[in-house]
């Protein structure tokens, strides 16, 4: 592959884990006796850490005292939602033009065969964005990927903002996305955050460069189980065992 960055955005404070993580980051919280950033490292490997951006907020100096040099940091100081945190690193981005990951450090379950394939694939097409989808009928509040007649990609719709017959949509977002760095950090000064949240959200980047005649493409994944996130002791337990299950198959 061409050139190609990563932004890991890991600033949250993961208040409902707390009881189980006392004051650590969320993404430093164990999933096999291992933080999960570090996992989520590992599935990005395909990327020199030299190119990784860690995006860092509560409890940044456990990360950066663990993760030393090997990554860069990007200090998020308020947490204003997912576009704002990649919007952090549009400084360290100036003159980039390559492709930039974004993935995230609680979510490690990504298989890096597939975040490869997926990179590769924008790459060879040309696209200026790229989103891995998946199904899964367990995950029912994920956000959905909504199509035109013709089969294009046109919107992602958050779970709790579908309608009645979006919801029957089987096709689910992951939250992974390979950009152009250079359309990326165009497009996101347009985002808004007219939402009950008032927090700047990274998926609404694909949508608006569809409307600015950008080319969106996405990429299936056949586990939905990579979509697992941990927000939750359950989610925390889910993941686990996925975990140990695939580390027996191999």
């Known amino acids: 592959m061409k050139a190609i960055r990563a932004i890991v955005p890991a600033a949250g404070k993961g208040t409902r884990l707390q009881k189980l993580s ?3 980051p969320k993404a430093m919280f164990r999933v096999g006796n291992r933080p999960m950033l570090e996992i989520v490292l590992e599935n990005i490997s395909f990327i020199e850490e030299k190119n990784v ?6 409890g940044k100096d456990k990360i950066m005292e663990y993760f030393s040099d090997r990554c860069n940091y990007v200090e998020q100081r308020q947490q204003l939602g997912t576009g704002h945190a990649v919007m952090e690193c549009a400084e360290a981005f100036q003159g980039f033009d390559g492709s930039v990951l974004v993935t995230f450090g609680d979510m490690p379950l990504f298989r890096r065969s597939e975040l490869e394939k997926m990179c590769r694939q924008h790459e060879e097409n040309g696209a200026d964005c790229t989103l891995m989808t998946a199904e899964n009928p367990e995950l029912e509040m994920w956000a959905r990927v909504v199509r035109d007649e013709q089969g294009n990609f046109r919107a992602i719709v958050e779970g709790k903002d579908c309608s009645e017959e979006q919801a029957k949509i089987k096709e689910l977002f992951s939250g992974v996305m390979v950009f152009n760095s250079k359309t990326l950090f165009e497009v996101l000064p347009q985002v808004g955050c007219a939402n009950a949240q008032k927090e700047y959200y990274l998926t609404e980047v694909p949508e608006l460069m569809v409307k600015n005649g950008m080319k969106v493409e996405t990429y299936f994944t056949a586990d939905g189980d990579d979509l697992r996130g941990i927000n ?3 989610d925390l337990e889910a993941c686990e ?3 140990l299950k695939r580390y027996a198959a191999v």
Do not use: N
Request: hydrophobic residues 40%.
């Open 241 to 243: 065992r996925i975990l």
């Open 53 to 58: 951006y860690i995006v860092v907020g509560y």
């Open 22 to 24: 006392g004051d650590l």
């Open 232 to 234: 939750t002791p359950e």
